[in-house]
Nanobody, 118 residues
Framework: QVQLVESGGGLVQPGGSLRLSCAAS????????MGWYRQAPGKERELVAT???????NYADSVKGRFTISRDDAENTIHLQMNSLKAEDTAVYYC????????????WGQGTQVTVSS
C-alpha cells in the first residue's frame, strides 16, 4: 500500500510560519501530481496547492502569495512553506498523490494538524 508520511504540523501564532513535509514512495513521487489539501471542522476538504513532476504549481486563491509548495526530488518529498499564517488557516492538512492519467489512483496521508492561534 502506498504511504504518504507527513510531518511539520503544530501550533503557531498569527503571522507566524510553519513548514509541512510529505514523503512519498519514489515511483509515486516521480510521476504523480502531489499536493496539499486542508479541512477545517465542519468544512469541506479544499485544495491548498499542487505540484506536478515537472514542477508546475497551482494554489488556492486564499493562500496565494503566502504559501509555497515545492518538491525535493532527491528525497521524494514535497514541502509546504506557510508564511503569514492566519487563524482561518487552522485545519488538518493532508498530503495527496493523484495519478495524472485519470485519477484512478488517489492516495492520502493521515493528516497533520495546523493550529493558528494566539
Amino acid at each position: 500500500q502506498v504511504q504518504l508520511v507527513e510531518s511539520g504540523g503544530g501550533l503557531v501564532q498569527p503571522g507566524g510560519s510553519l513548514r509541512l513535509s510529505c514523503a512519498a514512495s519514489r515511483s509515486i513521487f516521480r510521476v504523480y501530481i502531489m499536493g496539499w489539501y486542508r479541512q477545517a471542522p465542519g468544512k469541506e476538504r479544499e485544495l491548498v496547492a499542487t505540484i506536478t513532476s515537472a514542477g508546475s504549481t497551482n494554489y488556492a486563491d486564499s493562500v496565494k502569495g503566502r504559501f509555497t509548495i515545492s518538491r525535493d526530488d532527491a528525497e521524494n518529498t514535497i514541502h509546504l512553506q506557510m508564511n503569514s499564517l492566519k487563524a482561518e488557516d487552522t485545519a488538518v492538512y493532508y498530503c495527496n498523490a493523484k495519478d495524472p492519467w485519470g485519477g484512478a489512483f488517489n492516495y492520502w496521508g493521515q493528516g497533520t494538524q495546523v493550529t493558528v492561534s494566539s
